[in-house]
């Protein structure tokens, strides 16, 4: 089952936690500006990449708008890890981007 918060609940964790995030999209899309603190990890090497973290944390996953970043949590669920994706992506930031 797919875990999804709101732009606007994740924003408000966000400024107030230390919250594990990854972004899903592609490297030359995270450099064109992401959420400062988030940790580049492509839908494309997803399958590869995913060893890197760590079973028990729990991520929040967020892409451009949305879709990507469902797929990645279906995905990463499988793999056993506790993941929760952040609805509206990007596209509803509210906040400044690196």
């Given amino acids: 089952m797919l875990t999804n918060i709101s732009m606007a609940d994740f924003y408000e964790k966000y400024q107030n936690e230390n919250l594990d995030f990854i972004d899903v ?8 500006g992401h959420a400062p603190g988030a940790k580049n990890l492509p839908l ?4 590869q990449g995913y060893k890197e973290l760590k079973p028990d944390h729990e991520y929040h ?4 708008g949305g879709v990507r970043s ?7 669920s499988a793999q056993g890890l506790t ?4 609805e ?3 596209n ?3 906040g400044d981007v690196e």
């Fill in 44 to 47: 494309s090497t997803l399958e």
């Fill in 88 to 90: 509206g992506g990007m």
């Fill in 61 to 64: 996953v967020i892409c451009q």
């Fill in 83 to 86: 993941v929760t994706n952040v």
């Fill in 92 to 94: 509803a930031w509210p």
């Fill in 70 to 76: 469902a797929s990645a949590c279906q995905f990463l």
């Fill in 25 to 32: 999209r592609e490297a030359h899309e995270f450099q064109a």
